[in-house]
């Protein structure tokens, strides 16, 4: 009979993959360091005089340990409840348990992403580590943030749409260039390349849609401080 899969089985499937997502995930976080500061700087010091608002220094070292300590947390509930969750769910050989575990575990990460989201603008404007600033701040106003959040999450999964349509063109185009020996090639490398570019951009783009709703909501929720 088939019945929720053993956390100790989970771990041995998934178990092959983790070098691939520990790197991709080392990227991701690099980068998002690297670009969060700038979105908030656009909102929050719009006087800053650098291209894009983008600098290397102690506010990007910063966010990459406001992005490490956010998602350790999120991950640490995640997997700690779930995990036993996991265990009462094969003990008692329910597998309802496991599902409703599972939606208590993503709305307790969600909580806490929420509340600790405005953590990356209040350290850009303190210049230090601020957890406590973003939970004080949130305080009362989990709701309509949660909201700005869900749109913001609605227009990434537009733009992932719009991505998998330019990935789509791209292999059409290559397999119908294909006959036409080096002038197809040629056609599919600057396909290729423009994909490439059109992609860099929906990513950036990306980030921005998701950095600038915490910064917009932070610049608010000081009544304006946080530029002055």
């Keep these: 009979a088939s019945g929720p899969v053993a956390p100790e089985q989970a771990y041995e499937l998934y178990k092959p993959l983790f070098p691939a997502y520990g790197a991709a995930l080392a990227i991701a976080m690099v980068a998002y360091s690297f670009l969060m500061p700038a979105v908030y700087r656009s909102v929050l010091r719009p006087d800053v005089r650098s291209p894009g608002y983008l600098k290397l220094g102690g506010d990007e070292f910063r966010q990459l340990v406001v992005n490490l300590v956010v998602f350790g947390l999120a991950f640490g ?14 003990a008692m050989g ?29 350290t850009l404007m303190k210049s230090r580590l601020s957890f406590a600033g973003s939970w004080k701040l949130s305080k009362g106003a989990f ?15 537009m733009m992932a749409a719009g991505s998998l349509i330019i990935m789509g063109v791209v292999i059409g185009v290559s397999a119908m260039t294909a006959h036409l020996g080096l002038a197809g090639q040629v056609i599919s490398l600057v ?12 990513y950036a783009l990306g980030i921005a849609v998701m ?10 929720l000081t009544d304006g401080e946080a530029t002055s």
Excluded at 99 to 121: M, Q
Excluded at 211 to 220: E, N, Q, S
């Design 143 to 157: 709701w309509p943030m949660f909201s700005a959040y869900a749109l913001a999450v609605v227009f990434q999964i």
């Design 191 to 202: 396909v290729m390349v423009l994909y490439l570019v059109a992609t860099c951009l929906i």
């Design 94 to 122: 329910a597998p309802a348990v496991a599902v409703i575990g599972s939606f208590v575990s993503l709305a307790l990460v969600i909580f806490l992403l929420v509340r600790l989201s405005l953590a990356g603008p209040d």
């Design 77 to 90: 509930v995640d997997a700690g409840f779930g995990y036993a969750v996991q265990r009462m769910a094969s």
């Design 211 to 220: 950095a600038a709703p915490a910064a917009k909501i932070y610049r608010d």
